[in-house]
Structure formats: C-alpha cells, structure tokens
C-alpha cells in the first residue's frame, strides 16, 4: 500500500490539477445512443430505432431518422461546450 500522505507531490500534483480545472473548465456528460433494427418478413423492410439517453436527467429521447438523431447530438454537444464557452466569446 502507498503512503499519500506521506508524498508532498500528491499535493502539489492537486494544487496545479485545481489551479489548471480554473483555467481550463471541464463538463463530463455522459450520452448513451442506443439501436434497434426491426426486419418485417411481412413487408420485407427494415426499420431502425434510436434512442438517445442523458442518464444524468433520464432524459431519453426516440428517433427513426439517422439525420434527426445526428442533429439532436449536435445540439446537445454545442449546448454543453456553451456552457463552457459562452456565445459572445466564441469567435474572439
């Protein structure tokens, strides 16, 4: 077992880690994109499904159309890097 504690550079290794996460914000979001393929022997065509979950609020979100999936993705992505980089400042 390892002595922390004991290690100064544990917390120097904190202090530039912190020091960093103020100059460099971070957002982790977790985005789980989900699949179902159907075949219909009746109509002998396929149908896909997706679903797009944000388990963080249970948010779940349904789609047939790849483009629209791909589209809301998008969406959630910029709205999560605006947070960290405000409208107004992106182009500066």
Known sequence: ???????????????????????????????????QVEYSTVTQTVSL???LETPATNQR???TDIAALLAALQAELT??????????????
Do not use: H, W
């Open 49 to 51: 499904r997706c679903m």
């Open 79 to 92: 709205g999560l890097q605006n947070q960290i980089i405000p409208l107004n400042k992106e182009k500066e």
């Open 61 to 63: 979100r349904g789609f």
């Open 1 to 35: 077992m390892v002595d922390l504690l004991g290690d100064s550079s544990v917390f120097v290794a904190m202090a530039e880690y912190n020091r960093l996460m103020k100059a460099n914000p971070v957002i982790n979001s977790t985005l789980i994109i989900r699949r």
